[in-house]
């Protein structure tokens, strides 16, 4: 008996609210369905974009696996311009980065790279960072490569990035800014790692650069 006055008395509260805020209720819940309504749309044409840039993605690997350049650089020139920023806009950017070097097309592959640069995923902007940074190196452009590799990379790319810093700075004959990058890039590079002993011997070979003012 208690149990069923509570209930009621429960109930004729709520009865009560409603009956009073109803005009103010209504409309709220009106927005709060919209903006589901809303964000349901924003998922499906997420999902849609993620498709439609993965079929793009796939079309270029299908052209490089079939040895055709001009069509892969098509497929990639539509991840570029209308999927920017995606994961695939990066990989595509990548690979076609590796294959344009590979055929001495340096202002391909920077363009490629400098796209991928601008990812929003840490992971994928640094290793593109880097990669831009040794393409302007073979471009005789390291005063560039310095600009491209500022700012402090995810604590994993600490060796990477130090190592291409290196590069850098010995490229402009800055031989103690070599040391100290090289230097950092070795304690942040574990003892299995296969580019740690390439790294050493830059470190011992340091003075061996020419130095500039």
Request: aromatic residues 8%.
């Amino acid at each position: 008996m208690r149990e069923d006055l509570e209930q009621q008395e429960q109930f004729d509260a709520i009865k009560g609210f409603w009956n009073d805020n109803k005009r103010w209720i209504v409309p709220v819940l009106s927005i709060i369905a919209v903006s589901a309504m809303s964000f349901n749309g924003w998922l499906w044409w997420q999902d849609r974009q993620a498709a439609k840039a993965t079929d793009a993605l796939a079309a270029m690997e299908q052209a490089l696996v079939e040895q055709s350049v001009d069509k892969a650089r098509v497929a990639f020139k539509v991840l570029a311009e209308d999927y920017s920023g995606t994961t695939q806009a990066a990989l595509g950017g990548l690979q076609m980065a590796r294959v344009f070097v590979s055929e001495g097309s340096l202002p391909e592959a920077r363009a490629a790279l400098e796209v991928v640069s601008k990812s929003p995923v840490d992971e994928f902007a640094w290793i593109a960072k880097i990669r831009l940074a040794g393409v302007l190196l073979d471009e005789n452009n390291a005063k560039a490569a310095v600009e491209v590799l500022a700012g402090d990379p995810p604590k994993e790319f600490t060796g990477l990035v130090n190592d291409r810093r290196g590069d850098v700075h010995a490229a402009l004959g800055q031989r103690e800014d070599a040391r100290k990058a090289w230097r950092v890039a070795l304690d942040a590079t574990g003892p299995e790692a296969a580019s740690r002993e390439l790294i050493a011997r830059k470190l011992a070979t340091v003075d061996s650069f020419g130095s500039k003012p």
